[in-house]
Nanobody, 124 residues
Framework: QVQLVESGGGLVQAGGSLRLSCAAS????????MGWFRQAPGQERECVAL????????YYDDSVKGRFTISRDNAEDMVYLQMNSLKPEDTAVYFC?????????????????WGQGTQVTVSS
């Protein structure tokens, strides 16, 4: 079982930046996909960004393209989400997720482990 713990959330003004981190512990494997998802109040959880094991394949939701960057450090079992030019509509709880398969997918049921989430609030 893999445990995921997010950190780095907080309150920031519009136009500001935050960097989220996710640490994986427990039994980890090679060739797994990592992703960031978010859920705003009253809305369904949505995929923000995904990254393959090598980092060679990534996915970004259209709403964050050009502003967010996902990266990972496999030696440290870490994944990051650099968020720039934040907007009030980015306000949500952000979750880290792990999929024990090499291919990227938006299907949330395909993810094997989830973190507890970290709150990001962007004020206008």
């Amino acid at each position: 079982q893999v445990q995921l713990v997010e950190s780095g959330g907080g309150l920031v003004q519009a136009g500001g930046s935050l960097r989220l981190s996710c640490a994986a512990s427990g039994r980890t494997f090679s060739d797994y996909t990592m992703g960031w998802f978010r859920q705003a109040p009253g809305q369904e959880r949505e995929c923000v960004a995904l990254i393959s094991w090598s980092g060679g394949s990534t996915y970004y939701d259209d709403s964050v393209k050009g502003r967010f960057t996902i990266s990972r450090d496999n030696a440290e079992d870490m994944v990051y989400l650099q968020m720039n030019s934040l907007k009030p509509e980015d306000t949500a709880v952000y979750f880290c997720a792990l999929r024990l398969r090499p291919t990227l997918t938006l299907d949330q049921t395909e993810y094997d482990s989830w973190g507890q989430g970290t709150q990001v609030t962007v004020s206008s």
